[in-house]
T-cell receptor, first 116, second 109 residues
C-alpha cells in the first residue's frame, strides 16, 4: 500500500500570498487530519475531515481552511500568509470505523512552508 | 494548548542502555499513542494503548498507562543509534490527536 503523500515537499511564499497544500491518504482511509509543527508551538491540530465533512477544528484563524474530496484526498489553504505561518505542515490519514474510536494515524513527510 | 506533556524534554544515553520517557495528560481519553519523528520528517506510529489497558509491548518498546494518574511511560530497551529521534505522546478524544512537546532522545555510539 502506498503511504500518505503530501505535495509539494517544500514551498517558499511571500507575505500576503496564499498557498494550497495537498494530501493523498492511504487507499481506503476516510479520515484526514492536518497539523502544523513549529519549534515554538510544537504540533498543533488544524482540522480533521471524514467523508468530506469537517468534524473537528483547532484554534487557528479563518485564514486556514481545508476541504476533502470524494476520493478522500484533502487540501488545505492558507490565505494572506504571515511570517509566523512558516512551519512544517503534516497530514495524517487513519482508517476510522463509523462510531468507533480512533486508530493509529499514518503521517506524510510533510510540506515545509517558508514565508518570506 | 497541548494535551500531553512529555518528560524529560531531552535525553542522552549510550547505545545499549534503556531510555524511559513519561507523558502526562489532562482530560479523559479514548486511547494514547506514541510516535517517533526523525529530524524534520513525518511522524511514525509506534504503539497504541487503549484506556482500558495498563501495559503493552511491541518489540523493544514497552508502554504503560495509568488513567488514575493520567500518565503514560514509554521504555525503549537496548537502545540503538537508529533510535535517535523525537518521541511524542498523543492523546485521542473527539477524533482529535493532541500531541505533547516531545522528548528528544540522542543515542551515543
Amino acid at each position: 500500500k502506498a503511504g500518505v503523500t503530501q505535495t509539494p515537499r517544500y514551498l517558499i511564499k511571500t507575505r500576503g500570498q496564499q498557498v494550497t497544500l495537498s494530501c493523498s491518504p492511504i487507499s481506503g482511509h476516510r479520515s484526514v487530519s492536518w497539523y502544523q509543527q513549529t519549534p515554538g508551538q510544537g504540533l498543533q491540530f488544524l482540522f480533521e475531515y471524514f467523508s468530506e465533512t469537517q468534524r473537528n477544528k483547532g484554534n487557528f484563524p479563518g485564514r486556514f481552511s481545508g476541504r476533502q474530496f470524494s476520493n478522500s484526498r484533502s487540501e488545505m489553504n492558507v490565505s494572506t500568509l504571515e511570517l509566523g505561518d512558516s512551519a512544517l505542515y503534516l497530514c495524517a490519514s487513519s482508517s476510522l470505523k463509523s462510531g468507533g474510536g480512533r486508530t493509529e494515524a499514518f503521517f506524510g513527510q510533510g510540506t515545509r512552508l517558508t514565508v518570506v | 494548548s497541548q494535551q500531553g506533556e512529555e518528560d524529560p524534554q531531552a535525553l542522552s544515553i549510550q547505545e545499549g542502555e534503556n531510555a524511559t520517557m513519561n507523558c502526562s495528560y489532562k482530560t479523559s481519553i479514548n486511547n494514547l499513542q506514541w510516535y517517533r519523528q526523525n529530524s524534520g520528517r513525518g511522524l511514525v506510529h509506534l504503539i497504541l494503548i487503549r484506556s482500558n489497558e495498563r501495559e503493552k509491548h511491541s518489540g523493544r518498546l514497552r508502554v504503560t498507562l495509568d488513567t488514575s494518574k493520567k500518565s503514560s511511560s514509554l521504555l525503549i530497551t537496548a537502545s540503538r543509534a537508529a533510535d535517535t529521534a523525537s518521541y511524542f505522546c498523543a492523546t485521542v478524544s473527539d477524533y482529535k490527536l493532541s500531541f505533547g512537546a516531545g522528548t528528544t532522545v540522542t543515542v551515543r555510539a
